[in-house]
C-alpha cells in the first residue's frame, strides 16, 4: 500500500483526494502555486510544497519541479486529479521511470485513449460502435476527401484526433464547405496539439451526452458503475450532470455497458475511466474515453456508494478489485450543480474575495469544494470554485432537494451562477428529463 501520495493538482479535487487518502491511513502531499496559498486544501494536508508562480504553465504542468516535490518530500505515488497532467501520458511515464507510482491506468493506455482514432478502433473490437464516419487518416487528395465526405453525407463533423472535449471541431453542412473547413480543422489541430490529424463522423444533431463509468485493478479484473447524463452544457463545460442516465433503452445499455466492461478486463485497465457516448434514437455512439477521475464522479458514488477516488489508489497499490458487478446496485438519484464563479449574464469569470460563504447541508447534500469565507478566488484558474451534489430516492426528489440547497447557498462578494441553476432546474424541460446537448441554447 501507498505510504504518501502527492497530489499534482489544486482546489476541489486535491481536497477530495486527501480525504481519500486520509481513510486509506496515507500520508499526503499539496502541492500549490504562489497565487494558492489561500486554499483550503493546504491546510488538511500533511505537508505542502510551492512548485512555481500562479502560471499554471510554470507550476501545476511543471512535470519536472512536481517530480521534484515527490521526491524531496518522500512521496511514493503521484495523484494527477482532472486537467492539467491528468491524461499526459508522458508524465505518467516519467512518475513512473522516476519511482513514483502515477495513480492511473499506464502511459499507453493513456496515450491509445488519448488519440481518438486509435481509441475508436480499439473499442470497435469489442462492439462498441463510435458515430459512422471516416476513422482513418484522410488522403491528400481533394477530390477523394470530396468522395469520402459524401459517402457519409451532410452534415458531418471534422475533428482532431489529438483533440477532445470539444476542442479542434468543425461542423460541415455542404460540400462546398468541406475542403475549406478540413484545411482550417488541420492548421487548429496542429497549432493547439502538434498534430494535424483530422477525421470524419457524420453529425448527430440533437444527442445526449451518456457516459459510462468503469473501475478496474490493472489485473483483469473490471466492473462499471452504471451511467452518468452530462447533456445540460454550454461551449463543452458541463453544468449540471446526474446519475443514473433516465430513460435509456435497457437492452441496448446492458449491452453496452457489457462491452465497456469487457474492453477493461481485456486492457487490464488500472483505476477508473469514463466512456464517453452520444445518444440519440435509442442508439449510443461512442466518442472517446476519459482515463482519469471527472468532475462529475460524486453522483455514481452517490448512487453507488463506491468511493471512486479509494479505488484509484487502491488499484495503484496494486489492489484485486474486492467488489463484484453484482454488489453494484443503483440505489436513488444524484445530481451535481457545477459553481463557478462567473458573471450570470455574460459567463465572464468572476474572481475576488468571497466575503460571506455559508455552503448548504443536511440530509442528501454534499458539498465539494475548497473556498470559504474570507477565500479570495485566483483568476489563472478554471472559474469552478465548487460543486453541490444532491442525493434522494428518485428524481424528482433530488430535484426538490437540489432547488432547497441552492436557495441556502450564500456566496457574495463574488458573481456566481446560482440563480442560473434555480432557473434550469425548475424548467419543464428539465423536471421531465427530456433534454439534449442544446438545452442551453433553446
Ligand atoms: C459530436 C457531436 C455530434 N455529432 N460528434 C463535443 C465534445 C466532444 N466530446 C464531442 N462533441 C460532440 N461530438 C458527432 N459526430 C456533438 C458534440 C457536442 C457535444 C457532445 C456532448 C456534450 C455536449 C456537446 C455540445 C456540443 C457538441
Known amino acids: 500500500m501507498s505510504k504518501k501520495v502527492l497530489i499534482a493538482n489544486r482546489g476541489e479535487i486535491s ?5 481519500a487518502c486520509k481513510e486509506l491511513g496515507i500520508k499526503t502531499v499539496s502541492i500549490y502555486s504562489e497565487g494558492d496559498k489561500e486554499l483550503k486544501s493546504l491546510r488538511f494536508s500533511d505537508e505542502s510544497v510551492c512548485v512555481g508562480p500562479a502560471d499554471p504553465t510554470k507550476s501545476y504542468l511543471d512535470a519536472p519541479t512536481i517530480l521534484s516535490a515527490a521526491d524531496v518530500t518522500g ?3 503521484i495523484y494527477p486529479g482532472y486537467g492539467f497532467l491528468a491524461e499526459d501520458y508522458s508524465f505518467a511515464e516519467q512518475c513512473n521511470l522516476s519511482g513514483f507510482k502515477f495513480i492511473g491506468p499506464n502511459s499507453e493506455t493513456i496515450r491509445q ?3 481518438k482514432i486509435t481509441a475508436k478502433s480499439i473499442v470497435t473490437k469489442y462492439g462498441i460502435d463510435g458515430v459512422p464516419g471516416f476513422n482513418n487518416k484522410l488522403p491528400d487528395d481533394d477530390d477523394e476527401v470530396l468522395k469520402i465526405a459524401n459517402e457519409i453525407g451532410y452534415p458531418l463533423i471534422v475533428k482532431a484526433t489529438a483533440g477532445g472535449g470539444g476542442r479542434g471541431m468543425k461542423i460541415v453542412r455542404s460540400s462546398n464547405e468541406l475542403i475549406n473547413s478540413v484545411q482550417i480543422a488541420k492548421q487548429e489541430a496542429l497549432n493547439g496539439f502538434g498534430n494535424d490529424v483530422v477525421y470524419f463522423e457524420k453529425f448527430i444533431e440533437n444527442p445526449r451526452h451518456i457516459e459510462v463509468q468503469v473501475v478496474g485493478d490493472g489485473k483483469g479484473n473490471a ?3 452504471g451511467t452518468r447524463d452530462c447533456s445540460i452544457q454550454r461551449r463543452h463545460q458541463k453544468l449540471i450532470e446526474e446519475a443514473p442516465a433516465s430513460d435509456v433503452d435497457k437492452k441496448k445499455l446492458d ?3 457489457e462491452n465497456c466492461v469487457t474492453l477493461c478486463k481485456d486492457l487490464n485497465y488500472e483505476g477508473v475511466g469514463t466512456l464517453e457516448f452520444l445518444y440519440e434514437n435509442e442508439c449510443f455512439y461512442f466518442l472517446e474515453m476519459n482515463t482519469r477521475i471527472q468532475v462529475e464522479h460524486p453522483v455514481t458514488e452517490m ?5 471512486l477516488v479509494k479505488q484509484q489508489i487502491l488499484a495503484a497499490s496494486g ?15 444524484s445530481i451535481e450543480c457545477r459553481i463557478n464563479a462567473e458573471h450570470p449574464e455574460s459567463f465572464i469569470p468572476s474572481p475576488g474575495k468571497i466575503s460571506q460563504y455559508h455552503q448548504p447541508g443536511g440530509l442528501g447534500v454534499r458539498v465539494d469544494s475548497a473556498v470559504y469565507q474570507g477565500y479570495s478566488v485566483p483568476p489563472h484558474y478554471d472559474s469552478m470554485i465548487g460543486k453541490l451534489i444532491t442525493y434522494a430516492d428518485n428524481r424528482s426528489e433530488c430535484i426538490a432537494r437540489m432547488k432547497r440547497a441552492l436557495e441556502e447557498y450564500v456566496i457574495m462578494g463574488i458573481n456566481t451562477n446560482i440563480q442560473m441553476h434555480q432557473k434550469i432546474i425548475m424548467t419543464e424541460e428539465f423536471k421531465s428529463g427530456k433534454y439534449d446537448i442544446n438545452f442551453m441554447s433553446t
Not at 467488489?323 to 440505489?331: E, F, T, V
Open 15 to 19: 481536497l477530495r483526494a486527501i480525504r
Open 75 to 77: 512521496s511514493d505515488a
Open 113 to 115: 485513449m488519448g488519440d
Open 223 to 225: 466492473i462499471h458503475l
Open 255 to 257: 449491452e453496452v455497458l
Open 303 to 307: 448512487v453507488t456508494g463506491i468511493d
Open 319 to 333: 489492489e484485486r478489485l474486492t467488489i463484484s458487478q453484482n454488489d453494484i446496485k443503483i440505489k436513488g438519484h
